[in-house]
């Protein structure tokens, strides 16, 4: 490909990341307006959110494999066009049922789609420096739609009406359609390890279904309420039988080998510690700054734009940090920014303004966007030939997972912190800086053993291994890399009402 296609094809997977981290995250401040609009019970609002998430992490290992099997070309442009006219729906839907069903069909889109964006990136670009440079590029698009989408979603359904929070994706879709037809190239894996594992697509999609549905409905159910129990019995059996599966196959859908490696196994742990902190914190922290502070949803969604502008930054510079001073440095760097910038935000009270904020968001958006693009890029070159979708959907899918685990863990520390408190008879805004304080060092303590995991796993002795292990997942692999190795590659006490970065 020329640099022009490649540089236009990135473009085109940075727009359809931005468009999914758009919609995730511009809903969560429209959600009492859709309520009043559609005479929706508590319930249904729910499953608004909780019907996308479900769909969507359950599918992502699915998603990665077809477009692996299939074509990743082919599965983004399925993808996209899945969401962009389910968002068409959505933003038309006069009822909560059709709402609803859009939402988890926009779920499925995604699962399509955000597995084929990491791995096109990584066929397209073939160069190193380019592409840790386009993954920096793609990372720091995504903060972006982190950052405007709270704004937006205030804007728009305060002022103008909320079905255009979904119909914002259609140009978005239709552009992104135009740049990828003639600039996104096929890719796909080997024919010999192009078939699809029917079992182990079956046992993975009922595994992170059960997990996803017993995170999200465990608050209101009950953790030891019979439903609960029996969705997480489902999803142990699931995952034994996904394990056995895979050990057994001769075309795996996951290559339980590629875990030897400690740039991917490290890599996906350091993910999943991220995404553990930053996904509960950021929804706690806009709890904090409504119900303490007094925000509007508006203001509160202004306070994070600072934040993400700096994973914005952070991100594309992670790069050139990580060729001075190595990857596993870069990252190990950026979660020490981020316990340092949660540690500050654990020392703030009520009746604080912007000025009082912005250190530690500061801080803490820059040790976030620093680390995501090593540890991505670490992972992915990681994954052998004819893997990068499953790869990709790997990463998204521990991220999902571990987001919303750091959800309910968080909520549950809160909660029970703020029950102590209030039973001793502290005022309610006390109670909750108790347990909001509580939450922030429970994520502070789980970032710095990140520190630590992603400085030990991470390190370059580990990448001599690499060639070894690419031959024994795929032996044709070990051949091919003689001569051109390509590496494929509302109310927050509730985990549905987190939706992903």
Same mark, same amino acid.
């Given at each position: ?63 990665g494999r077809i477009a692996d099997v299939y074509g990743r070309r082919r599965v983004f442009l399925t993808g996209l066009a899945i969401f962009t006219l389910s968002s068409l729906t959505a933003g038309l839907a006069g009822s909560g049922g059709v709402l ?112 996803t549905y017993a995170l999200i409905e465990g608050h209101d159910s009950g953790w030891t309420s019979p439903v609960i129990i029996a969705a997480f019995a489902t999803s142990a059996v699931a995952a034994a039988l996904f394990l056995a599966v895979e050990a ?51 203001? @509160?969604?202004? $306070? ?6 700096? !994973? *914005?930054? &952070?991100?594309?510079? /992670?790069? +050139?940090?990580? %060729? ?54 670490? @992972?992915?070159? $990681? ?6 979708? !499953? *790869?990709? &959907?790997?990463?998204? /899918?521990? +991220?999902?997972? %571990? ?66 292990l690419a031959t024994t997942l795929v032996p044709e692999a070990g051949r091919a890399s003689e001569t051109a190795r390509v590496p494929e590659q509302t109310r927050v006490l509730r985990a549905q009402d987190v939706t992903p970065l």
């Amino acid at each position: 490909m020329t640099a022009r296609a490649r540089w236009w094809a990135l473009t085109a997977v940075s727009l359809a990341t931005l468009m999914t981290y758009l919609d995730n995250n511009i809903i969560n401040v429209a959600i009492p307006t859709i309520q009043r609009s559609l005479h929706l019970s508590v319930t249904g609002l729910e499953w608004i959110v909780s019907s996308y998430l479900l769909v969507f992490a359950g599918l992502l290992l699915v998603g990665g494999r077809i477009a692996d099997v299939y074509g990743r070309r082919r599965v983004f442009l399925t993808g996209l066009a899945i969401f962009t006219l389910s968002s068409l729906t959505a933003g038309l839907a006069g009822s909560g049922g059709v709402l609803i069903g859009a939402r988890a069909v926009q779920g499925l889109g995604a699962a399509l789609l955000t597995p084929a964006t990491l791995a096109i990136i990584t066929h397209t670009f073939t160069d190193v420096r380019e592409r840790t440079t386009a993954i920096g590029i793609w990372g720091a698009i995504g903060a972006l739609g982190l950052a405007i989408g709270p704004v937006l979603g205030g804007v728009i359904s305060q002022h103008i009406h909320w079905g255009w929070i979904f119909l914002i994706n259609v140009p978005i879709g239709v552009l992104t359609f135009a740049l990828a037809i003639p600039f996104v190239a096929e890719s796909r894996a080997q024919e010999q390890t192009r078939r699809l594992d029917i079992p182990g697509l079956v046992t993975s999609a009922v595994m992170l279904f059960a997990l996803t549905y017993a995170l999200i409905e465990g608050h209101d159910s009950g953790w030891t309420s019979p439903v609960i129990i029996a969705a997480f019995a489902t999803s142990a059996v699931a995952a034994a039988l996904f394990l056995a599966v895979e050990a057994r196959s001769a075309q795996p859908m996951v290559p339980l080998p590629i875990f030897r490696s400690s740039h991917f196994s490290g890599g996906i742990a350091t993910m999943m510690i991220w995404a553990f902190g930053i996904f509960g914190i950021y929804f706690y922290t806009s709890l904090y700054l409504q119900d303490i502070l007094g925000f509007s949803p508006t203001k @509160a969604g202004l $306070a994070f734009v600072p934040m993400a502008l700096c !994973i *914005a930054l &952070a991100a594309t510079l /992670a790069p +050139r940090v990580a %060729a001075v001073i190595g990857s596993h440095r870069t990252v190990s760097l950026g979660m020490l920014l981020m316990v340092v910038g949660l540690t500050l935000f654990a020392r703030l009270g009520g009746g604080i303004g912007y000025g009082s904020l912005m250190p530690g968001f500061l801080v803490f958006g820059l040790g976030g966007g620093l680390m995501t693009v090593p540890v991505t890029n670490s @992972a992915l070159e $990681a994954a052998p030939d004819g893997h990068a979708g !499953i *790869a990709s &959907a790997l990463i998204n /899918a521990s +991220r999902e997972v %571990a987001g919303l685990l750091g959800v309910t863990v968080i909520g549950a520390v809160l909660s029970a912190r703020e029950g102590v408190a209030l039973r001793t008879g502290a005022p309610s805004h006390s109670a909750f800086l108790d347990g909001y304080h509580l939450g922030l060092w429970v994520a502070i303590a789980l970032l710095a053993v990140g520190v630590v995991v992603s400085y030990v796993t991470l390190r370059p002795r580990a990448a001599a291994r690499h060639e070894d292990l690419a031959t024994t997942l795929v032996p044709e692999a070990g051949r091919a890399s003689e001569t051109a190795r390509v590496p494929e590659q509302t109310r927050v006490l509730r985990a549905q009402d987190v939706t992903p970065l």
